[in-house]
């Protein structure tokens, strides 16, 4: 079973630019979440899908950033355009509805810098 | 808000040396609580859980039991490999949060041979 993967591995972008992050989720996980790490902190959830729908986005910093997921499957979260202080590492996870919060699969993430 | 704290590293240990990473919570609920790893180039990985007070989860010879007395959820290992060497999470969720995670900042584990 392929895991979750996340594409790009690396991005590097100057401020103002836009950048757009994407997640594919294991297959048949219909709960989608995406986590960022900002400057070796925390991991702080940004939000969670439950397939198209968004369930709880109130980890989102801002309206610079927007995320999709468009016929439930992979997602893509855009920042636009893209600040400093948004430099990190994007995590994406998935778990299936009817298993318990203990099983997120969680993507190798993707780094963001903003130069 | 709940919050998590870990003990700062880097931490560096000689292989076959034993292991604490100290983590301690602040929930307003019943937390359910984990340990998650990221080894180089990988995502992150379920290590270990508990989900009530007093249990202990266990995985690859780590340990970690939950006491809510000192609502702490420390990380051992009586004898770590090179291949243990890593970055480790300690997290939380509880029905505040519905399913989503709150994390640790994360300590990275160096294992020299």
């Known amino acids: 079973e392929a895991g979750v993967t996340q594409f790009p591995s690396h991005s590097v972008i100057e401020k103002g630019q836009t950048v757009t992050l994407r997640c594919d989720p294991i297959s048949g996980h219909d709960n989608l979440y995406w986590y960022r790490r900002v400057m070796g902190k925390e991991i702080k959830f940004l939000l969670h899908f439950v397939k198209e729908s968004k369930q709880d986005e109130s980890g989102m910093p801002n309206n610079r950033f927007l995320a999709e997921r468009t016929g439930g499957t992979y997602s893509t979260l855009k920042v636009q355009p893209a600040e400093l202080e948004d430099s990190g590492v994007y995590f994406c996870?998935?778990?299936?509805?009817?298993?318990?919060?203990?099983?997120?699969?969680f993507g190798p993430g993707t780094r963001l810098t903003v130069l | 808000g709940d919050s998590v704290t870990q003990m700062e590293g880097p931490v560096t240990l000689s292989e076959e040396a034993f292991l604490t990473i100290n983590c301690t919570y602040t929930a307003t609920g019943y937390p359910s609580l984990f340990w998650y790893v990221q080894y180089p180039g990988e995502g992150l990985q379920l290590l270990l859980k508990a989900t009530k007070a007093d249990d202990k989860g266990s995985n690859k010879g780590f340990e970690a039991t939950y006491r809510k007395e000192t609502t702490s959820f420390h990380l051992e290992k009586g004898s770590v490999q090179v291949s243990d060497s890593a970055v480790y999470f300690c997290a939380l969720t509880t029905a505040n949060y519905g399913q989503n995670f709150v994390f640790g900042p994360g300590t990275r584990l160096s294992v020299l041979p």
């Open positions: 996870a998935s778990s299936r509805l009817d298993i318990g919060t203990d099983t997120q699969y």
